[in-house]
């Protein structure tokens, strides 16, 4: 094949001057116009009292944070929330799900099984709808990165995401949130499990929405075992008992759960 460029000029097409990289100082970009132009060098000391006094006349956008915090996006990765049912129940299942989908190794779940024994005979009682509920609960707020995998992983919605951000503190302890800070509070008309299931219906039903408040036989349930307990009694403070989820409240005393220090997780934050 014939060389086509034989006779041509193939060097590179040389560069305009001082655009190329390491050329001599004098000849970069820049180097003619700041070398002209007398006034703007006599004036360049100044030119930044010109964007100050400029600023002065614009509205104020401080953030007068935290007397007035500013509203997060709707979807904002905030604060985890375990819900509830509308009848109270909890929707955590135990199934651990959201601890093996979390990349930081953040959460800790123990579940136990549900036991609809009567409370008089020795039964543990029933937290939640189906076989087992989360017995402990913790997020490590020191590894959490907020990414959202957990909830994603939820096969009950159990677990989501509030807007609450505000999530410093000087002891790392108090950033390990446990269940009874993450359990969603008591909403008007739930009661404190442990109660059995609504009548007739099964764990599927919860799933499905059929439940939408107590009824007569979970409310005559919860009397009659409130009523057979003082106000010191276990229950009354017991496990999933506990309508605390109060944001930033850390200094909550805790109930019958076991605290961070009595886990593996607690050992190691
Ligand atoms: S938001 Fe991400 S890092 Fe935080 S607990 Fe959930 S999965 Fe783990
Ligand atoms: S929060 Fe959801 S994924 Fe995690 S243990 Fe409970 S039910 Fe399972």
């Not at 953030?63 to 929707?91: C, I, M, S, V, W």
């Amino acid at each position: 094949m014939a060389d086509d460029t034989v006779g041509k000029d193939v060097s590179p097409k040389s560069p305009a001057r001082g655009s190329e990289v390491g050329a001599p100082r004098d000849q970069r970009p820049g180097q003619d116009d700041r070398s002209k132009g007398f006034l703007s060098e006599l004036f360049a000391p100044v030119a930044g009292f010109g964007v100050s006094f400029s600023t002065m006349f614009r509205k104020v956008a401080t953030e007068e944070y935290p007397e007035k915090p500013r509203p997060t996006a709707p979807r904002f990765h905030g604060r985890h929330q375990l819900n509830r049912y509308p009848d109270g129940l909890e929707k955590c299942i135990g199934c651990e799900l959201c601890a093996w989908a979390c990349p930081a190794d953040a959460i800790l779940v123990e579940g136990a099984d549900n036991d609809d024994t009567p409370l008089d005979q020795g039964g543990k009682g029933r937290f939640s709808p189906g076989e087992r509920y989360g017995r402990v609960y913790q997020i490590n707020y020191l590894r959490c990165i907020f990414c959202g995998l957990c909830i994603e992983a939820c096969p009950t919605r159990a677990l989501t995401m509030t807007n609450f951000y505000e999530l410093a503190d000087n002891d790392r302890g108090k950033l390990i949130f446990t269940k009874d800070q993450l359990l969603a509070p008591l909403q008007s008309g739930m009661l404190p499990p442990p109660f059995p299931m609504s009548d007739g219906l099964e764990e599927r039903d919860y799933y499905q929405g059929k439940v939408s408040e107590p009824t007569a036989a979970q409310r005559a349930y919860v009397d009659a075992r409130d009523a057979a307990h003082d106000e010191d009694d276990a229950y009354a403070g017991g496990p999933g008992n506990v309508g605390a989820a109060v944001p930033g409240a850390h200094d909550l005393v805790h109930s019958t759960h076991p605290t961070a220090a009595e886990t593996r997780e607690g050992a190691n934050p």
